[in-house]
């Protein structure tokens, strides 16, 4: 459908920007956050937390979540074992595109299964992956259970609800593991943050502007 | 399978990170450009050339194109009518998301129906969409042919090729109209940066750093 194109008459010697180039501009490195665990762990909070402290930084970062997936790019997905799947699978594909822009970008999706988590890990390079599991326990979760979904899955309302009626695969080698039933979300987005510096992603703060 | 979440133990009120911060940081607004036209007329071309010159005044930007999508995100579609409408719907949606993120995006994909970028122009705000119509000349992208293209498809090697068996349906009412068979790509490149600064999006060069 689609061939790349040359112009005859290019006076232009097209030169392509690429990753090195838009890192340079920016002034850190890229990769992903990907917040995994039960409803109700905490990881959209976090995640919320962690975009703001590198946002006062002056870090160009982005977060995927439901708000801006759902109804967009993965609208036409529904709940079967297929569409779950390739529901993780865009999501990983267009978070390889944000780190390609030089983005670091924030995922906050349960995504319980292994499998498809390592194949977002796959397709990015190594240390670009970043597997940050919100082990909040589950009946901290369930307590919390902010929009009465843990309630109507135990009433039997909804099905196959991770946790209750549907597996949660705890990730086995996650980069990093975070509790918002012991830490406060303050200091589990510092903790984040750590991480990012000592892993050259982003400078630390008192060398950011 | 997803809830909004929220720790009952909040000492963070979460600030979420919006649009507005995003654009603060990067000193300029966001848009897509958005280059359509026939195999061979220069659309990945003159975009690369956008990308570089708004490289070298620090705007951040990213080109979405057939090397990073195709077997990437949208690698699990084929050319079936209803494959070709779900490739423009994502690359539109993805579009968005950067965007969202406060990047110049750019496309370069032939899009050939007027419906599919209609939908595309309808997901973004106003004045976010900036459709560049690259008109050259069949005879003149058919003579370039840089990949045999052409050829295949007069030869009835490759069917419902656009331009040859298969219809392209030119914008109506496109923000840029560009011959790459007219002007060399420098110019038209030119052309396009200075739209972005006439529309506000970008600064002036003498403005920029």
Chains 1, 2 share one sequence.
Request: hydrophobic share 40%.
């Amino acid at each position: 459908m689609e061939a790349p194109e040359k112009a005859t008459n290019v006076t232009w010697h097209a030169h392509q920007v690429n990753r090195a180039e838009r890192a340079r501009i920016k002034g850190h490195g890229a990769a992903v956050l990907w917040f995994t665990g039960l409803s109700g762990a905490g990881k959209s909070t976090i995640a919320n937390a962690v975009e703001t402290l590198l946002n006062e930084r002056g870090v160009h970062t982005y977060l995927l979540d439901g708000d801006n997936v759902r109804h967009g790019l993965n609208g036409n997905l529904g709940f079967s074992a297929e569409d779950r799947v390739e529901n993780i699978r865009r999501l990983g594909e267009v978070a390889k595109l944000m780190v390609d822009a030089g983005l670091v970008t924030l995922t906050a999706f349960i995504s319980p299964y292994r499998a498809d988590r390592a194949r977002v890990r796959e397709l990015l390079e190594p240390g670009e992956f970043i597997e940050i599991h919100c082990d909040t326990p589950l009946a901290t979760c369930e307590a919390r259970d902010p929009k009465g979904l843990y309630r109507k899955a135990r009433a039997g309302e909804i099905r196959d609800f991770t946790g209750i009626d549907a597996p949660y695969e705890t990730p086995e080698a996650p980069e990093l593991v975070l509790d918002s039933g012991a830490r406060d979300v303050a200091a589990l987005a510092r903790e984040v943050v750590h991480y990012l510096e000592t892993h050259g992603i982003v400078g630390a703060a008192d060398s950011a502007a």
